[in-house]
């Protein structure tokens, strides 16, 4: 995804102008026509000052490690699905559990879906959202090409269901548009700040990195942490 892209999914997550779509192989924007649903799908807001200050990292590992590792990534991006079915699991058994790295993660908005999604990941609190990520991007070929809008956030609804969320719960996340202007407003400070121009991207102490293998993520880690 370029940064024209970034900017287009972040106007349509806040329902302006029409929604945005990502095709699985390729960074083609296709347009949809603007569907209606219910709360915080249809958060708009012409506000450049959205306090996001009850908008936090996503973190695991020891938040004191040598080396700190950021990704940006968003739920709709095939690539970042692929990264977290395989190097990410890697990542998370040598370095992440083993207290030897920081990892943060940080959405990216291309869509209304990766929004909704979004939600439903934080809805659980942070103690969850890595495991209803983890569900999110297993299932993403599922839940993407579900059909129209509210399908897809029925079967969004089905993992957080999954996660343990009730459904009223669920409900009143999916409903939050003041939750929904401020993640989008945070995501836009960030990627600005980090110079975030494709999904997904990496930032290892300070330094960006684009999407790369586990064997080329484990040589800068290591040379890191052997500095």
Not at 72 to 81: D, E, K, L, Q, V
Request: with cysteine.
């Amino acid at each position: 995804m370029n940064r024209r892209n970034i900017l287009l999914g972040a106007f349509a997550a806040l329902g302006l102008g029409g929604w945005y779509m990502t095709s699985n192989r390729s960074s083609t924007t296709v347009a949809f026509p603007d569907a209606p649903l219910p709360g915080a799908a249809n958060a708009q807001t012409t506000d450049a000052d959205i306090d996001t200050s009850g908008i936090s990292d996503m973190i695991i590992g020891d938040p004191d490690a040598k080396v700190e590792i950021i990704e940006y990534a968003s739920f709709t991006c095939p690539h970042c699905a692929a990264f977290h079915q395989t190097v990410f699991k890697q990542l998370k058994s040598e370095y992440i559990d083993t207290g030897k790295i920081k990892f943060v993660y940080r959405e990216v908005f291309f869509d209304r879906f990766g929004l909704w999604a979004s939600l439903i990941a934080r809805c659980g609190g942070e103690d969850k959202f890595f495991g209803i990520s983890d569900l999110l991007y297993n299932e993403q070929a599922k839940w993407t090409r579900a059909g129209d809008p509210a399908a897809i956030v029925e079967e969004l609804r089905k993992i957080g269901r999954l996660a343990g969320l009730d459904n009223e719960t669920l409900e009143a996340c999916l409903q939050d548009s003041d939750q929904a202007q401020a993640m989008v407003a945070w995501y836009q400070k960030n990627a600005e700040a980090d110079n975030v121009d494709s999904t997904p991207s990496f930032i290892i102490n300070g330094k960006k990195h684009s999407n790369m293998n586990f064997a080329d993520m484990k040589k800068i880690i290591d040379d890191a942490l052997a500095g």
